[in-house]
């Protein structure tokens, strides 16, 4: 019997409306995030959530001590659900999330989060990488324009071919509405 954890990535300050670096639909990813949150909380359903800070200078964002780096109001953790603090894209790395999911029996991961192209992405390929399965919520995901060469990639255009990727072998994708009432 498979044994779900939901993963609530990176859903901070600085990715909303005047924040240090605004996403594009973040408001709505993050209410979307709160209704699969939710149904974990009446599912009596591990939740980790996981909040980034940056330590390089050159980031212009998620700086330790400020309102920007706290997590958004949306999803605010409860007590005695698991925070995790990183420094990386990738949520495993040099963190307790995955003795965490060991320790809860957890065979499947359900990710939600910011960003799509960035955190996302790197948490969804490293848990199936240490054997979970993983549905990731695509409506409860954000991203941000992208460029390259001159050419800008928009937002909801990165969010779809990162997410469309991870269905290959990653991940099954499923919106909150979907994944709720499966």
Known sequence: MSKKALLVIDIQNDYFENGAWELVGAEEASLKARKVIDHFRANNLPIAHIQHFAVDGNIPFFHPGTQGAEIHENVKPLEGEKLIQKFYPNSFRETDLLEYLKAND?????????????????????????????????????????????????????????????????????????????
Not at 119 to 142: E, P
Request: hydrophobic residues 50%.
């Open 106 to 182: 957890v065979t499947e991961v359900v990710v939600t989060g910011m960003m799509s192209h960035m955190c996302v992405d790197a948490t969804t390929r490293a848990a199936k990488d240490f054997g979970f399965d993983c549905t990731v919520i695509s409506d409860a995901c954000a991203s941000k324009d992208q460029e390259l060469d001159g050419k800008v990639v928009k937002a909801a255009d990165v969010h779809t071919a990162f997410i469309a990727a991870l269905t290959f072998f990653y991940a099954t994708v499923k919106t909150a509405d979907e994944f709720i009432n499966a």
